[in-house]
């Protein structure tokens, strides 16, 4: 059950435990004193009545009607609290009538409750002596008024007692309420989120924490919302490059691939009709020959140039240090004004296919922003491993692009660049990072490598 409620619930049924407890602690405790105060209360009533008692018969043979006087003082003490007085002749019955109990004021306890205090009524004799005629005051307690007057307390304090912890209760389940209410809200927005609808807000409100949670979460809804678009732009955008890049192969293997092999059969034809002949003539065997291999050497150039674009030259043949080592140069060649500085750590051993071209790729676009964005002087790219592991035990390599430029401009978008390049090592399990100031962009990436 308790796993059942909710967190208000739990605090409410708390709360209201803890207020029933309090109350019940302080009837007990009343109701454990409630003995030995009726005992020590109906001891110090009949210790004072049968001093007074003393007191006053000590001089009652000097009244000119002792009787009547002894009648007199019997009547009178009979109004006393706590304590009856009864005048008894030496055989010990009653002379004055018996005391009628009964006090309006306050509510009669219940029997368990004179039962639990139990109290024992005491009873105490004076001997007095009228003319040599011996007689006796009995003094007897009652601790039932005592017993009602402790009764009529603990009533008392329990409906004041039990009103007062319903105030609070209310008070404070509303107060819990209130401080609890974004919980609700925040459970929604979470919900939108799962379902992918990033525009789920919460209005930040109660408990300090509360709220704090609340702009939190929608700072995180903003991002995935960002995060979510980037990506469907980039896919799309992956999408229309493929389609323009095969269109672009397809028209260059049409316009270029086409013209020469026509020619090549045409010249591979003429030289069959040649053999064919009687007498072929060497200069024009020569003549198509070398016209072939004109065109030969132009469709390799060609399939060279077609290859490069479908993926780095040199990469696999050559390795990334060669490759990377290779693009410095040739940006070096084009900006002989900027100083390219390119340090690939000795330490770092083989990284597998995939990270080298992730590697490649990184350096190649964050070079490219350079030269067309930084107007930087100076562009530093370092590659070395870190001592950074993967989850799943693979080793890291730090890739960083950094230059003395004017900085990414504040509130700057990431381009299809910066975004492809974050894509490509999020889907390898590695991180980037951009970090722009005055100082010029530096760009960094951990790439999971193959190696451990
Ligand atoms: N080294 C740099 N120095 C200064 N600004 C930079 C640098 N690199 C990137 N930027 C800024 O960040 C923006 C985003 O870069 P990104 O590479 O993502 O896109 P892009 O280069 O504009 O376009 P593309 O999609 O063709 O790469 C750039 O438009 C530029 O304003
Ligand atoms: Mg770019």
């Known amino acids: 059950m308790w796993q059942n409620l909710s967190l208000r619930g739990r605090i409410n049924l708390l709360l209201a435990l803890l207020l029933a407890l309090g109350l019940a602690v302080n009837i007990g405790r009343q109701v454990a004193e409630a003995g030995p105060r009726v005992q020590a209360e109906d001891q110090s009533v009949i210790r004072l009545a049968r001093e007074f008692i003393e007191m006053i018969v000590a001089d009652l043979n000097e009244a000119p009607d002792p009787d009547a006087r002894l009648n007199q003082i019997a009547r009178d003490l009979s109004r006393l609290r706590h304590v009856s007085i009864t005048l008894r002749d030496a055989g010990g019955h009653p002379l004055t009538p018996p005391r009628l109990d009964a006090d309006a004021d306050t509510r009669a306890p219940p029997a368990w409750f004179v039962a639990l205090v139990h109290p024992e009524q005491t009873a105490v004799s004076v001997p007095v002596s009228i003319r040599g005629k011996p007689a006796s005051l009995v003094i007897t307690s009652h601790p039932d008024d005592e017993i009602a007057e402790i009764w009529d307390g603990i009533v008392t304090q329990l ?23 974004p919980l609700q809200s925040l459970a929604e927005a979470m919900g ?28 995180l809804a903003a991002t995935l919302g960002e995060a979510v678009e980037d990506k469907r732009r980039l896919a799309e955008r992956a999408v229309s490059l493929q389609d323009m890049e095969r269109k672009e ?15 090549l059969r045409a010249h591979a034809s003429a030289l069959a009709k040649l053999a064919d002949g009687r007498d072929p003539s060497a200069d024009a065997v020569r003549k ?10 132009a469709l390799q150039q060609f399939n060279r140039r077609v290859l490069e674009r479908l993926r780095p030259v040199g990469l696999a043949e050559l390795g990334l240090r060669k490759a990377l080592e290779s693009l410095s140069r040739l940006w070096r060649q084009s900006h ?14 083989p990284t597998g296919e995939t990270a ?3 590697i490649y790729r990184i350096v190649q676009e964050a070079l490219t922003n350079v030269f067309r964005h930084a107007g930087a002087t100076a562009v530093n790219v370092v590659i070395e491993p870190v001592e950074q592991m993967t989850h799943d035990g693979r080793g890291c390599a730090r890739v960083r692009v950094s230059d003395n430029g004017r900085g990414m401009e ?24 951009v970090v722009s100031g005055d100082a010029g962009l530096t760009v960094e990436a951990l790439v999971p490598t193959a190696s451990s």
Do not use: W
């Not at 799962?194 to 939190?216: F, M, N, S």
């Not at 002989?336 to 051993?349: N, W």
């Open 159 to 181: 409906e004041v007692g039990s009103v007062i912890a319903l105030a609070l209760f209310f008070l404070m389940m509303n107060v819990v309420g209130r401080a609890l209410a």
């Open 192 to 219: 939108k989120l799962e379902g992918g609808h990033y525009d789920a807000r919460v209005a930040p409100g109660g408990a300090p924490e509360l709220a704090a949670i609340c702009t939190k979460l929608n700072h």
């Open 249 to 263: 192969i397809a028209r260059e293997l049409h316009d270029e691939f086409g013209p020469y092999l026509f020619s």
């Open 288 to 297: 198509h020959g070398s016209a072939m291999l004109e065109q030969i050497n």
């Open 336 to 349: 002989p004004d900027v100083a390219i500085e390119t340090v690939i750590s000795p330490a770092l051993g």
């Open 356 to 358: 080298d071209l992730t």
């Open 410 to 433: 504040p509130g700057q978008k990431l381009g299809f660049g910066l975004v492809g390049m974050r894509e490509r090592i999020l889907a390898l399990g590695g991180t980037l990072n």
